[in-house]
Every structure is written in C-alpha cells, then in structure tokens.
C-alpha cells in the first residue's frame, strides 16, 4: 500500500507560479511511475503529466505543455508538478497518482490504470 499526500496548491493570479508536490510513503518508490491528474468542478478527472520512474521518460498534456513541468526526486519519495503562466481554466483539484511498473521507462496517461491517489490539493486562479 502507498500513501500519497499532495500539497503545494493554493489562489494564485493569472500569469502566477505554483509548485505542487507528492509525497509518497514507500521506500520502493522508484518502482512506480507517477502523475498528475486535474478535476473541475462538474468536469471529468484529466490527464495533466507523467514522469517514469527513472525520470527519463516525461509527457505532458497538450493543455500545459510548455508552460507545466513534472519531475521527480526518487531520493525523497516526491514527485513535483512546476506550474508557470497559470490561466484561470488551470483551476481544479489536482491529484498525484502512482502505478507499480516493472520497466523503467513506462508512463501511464490513463486514469483507470493507476493504483493509488492522493487526496488532492486545490489550485485557483483568478483572472
């Protein structure tokens, strides 16, 4: 079992910075591909990021691409979502998720496959 606590979220103005970070409870994080996923009110749970367990493979929705950056410290058992430029349709719970992967460059971009989630953190924008 993984336990996942996100925190980070906050208001921000548009145009404004965040950083999010998961912070996972097992030793064996390195064995789990990991991701960020959003949810607005009355709006299904999207995709946002992926990052393999190795770092080595990234993948970001085309919604933030350039402007949300996920990485990951194996070390501390924390992956990070570098939010910049922030727009106010940015705004939504978002969620860390882990999945046990045995192949050091898997990243998982569906929801329905990952095994764990944290509880979420909130994120606003204003305009």
């Known amino acids: 079992q993984v336990q996942l606590v996100e925190s980070g979220g906050g208001l921000v103005q548009a145009g404004g910075s965040l950083r999010l970070s998961c912070a996972a409870s097992?030793?064996?994080?390195?064995?789990?591909?990991m991701g960020w996923f959003r949810q607005a009110p009355g709006k299904e749970r999207e995709f946002v990021a992926a990052?393999?367990?190795?770092?080595?493979?990234?993948y970001h929705a085309d919604s933030v691409k350039g402007r949300f950056t996920i990485s990951r410290e194996n070390a501390k058992n924390t992956v990070f979502l570098q939010m910049n430029s922030l727009k106010p349709e940015d705004t939504a719970v978002y969620y860390c998720?882990?999945?046990?992967?045995?192949?050091?460059?898997?990243?998982?971009?569906?929801?329905?496959?990952?095994?764990?989630w944290g509880q979420g953190t909130q994120v606003t924008v204003s305009s």
């Open positions: 097992r030793r064996t994080f390195s064995s789990y591909a």
């Open positions: 990052i393999s367990w190795s770092s080595r493979i990234t």
């Open positions: 998720a882990a999945k046990t992967v045995t192949f050091e460059y898997s990243i998982v971009k569906v929801a329905t496959q990952y095994d764990y």
